[in-house]
């Protein structure tokens, strides 16, 4: 296991569509990402890395990552960009 900290990121392809992920170790799972690896994103094309905030265990980084899909709104991931920050808790 890597001993970087948990994080929640957010991917954004050239067609403007958005995927919201969590990890560990941010450089691995871009590069499964990038390389078609993941199932959710084999499909996007050439995800770029928009946005990563740490957590301190990856159980809060999963419960924000959660939420964020639960909400389904590409409004409120623009704005998490913009703000460079995520609001949701992860309690």
């Known amino acids: 296991m890597s001993n970087?900290?948990?994080?929640?990121?957010?991917?954004k392809s050239l067609d403007g569509k958005y995927y919201v992920g969590s990890t560990t170790d941010l450089e691995r799972r871009?590069?499964?990402h990038?390389?078609?690896?993941?199932?959710?994103?084999?499909r996007m094309e050439n995800?770029?890395?928009?946005f990563a905030q740490k957590y301190e265990t990856l159980?809060?980084?999963?419960?924000v990552e959660r939420k964020l899909k639960r909400l389904k709104r590409k409004d409120?991931?623009?704005?998490?960009?913009?703000?460079?920050?995520?609001?949701?808790?992860p309690s």
Do not use: N, S, W
């Open 34 to 42: 990038r390389f078609g690896y993941t199932a959710t994103t084999h």
């Open 76 to 89: 409120y991931i623009e704005k998490i960009i913009c703000d460079k920050y995520i609001k949701l808790g």
């Open 47 to 50: 995800p770029k890395l928009v």
């Open 30 to 32: 871009l590069k499964q």
């Open 59 to 63: 159980a809060q980084a999963r419960t």
């Open 4 to 11: 970087m900290k948990p994080c929640v990121y957010i991917l």
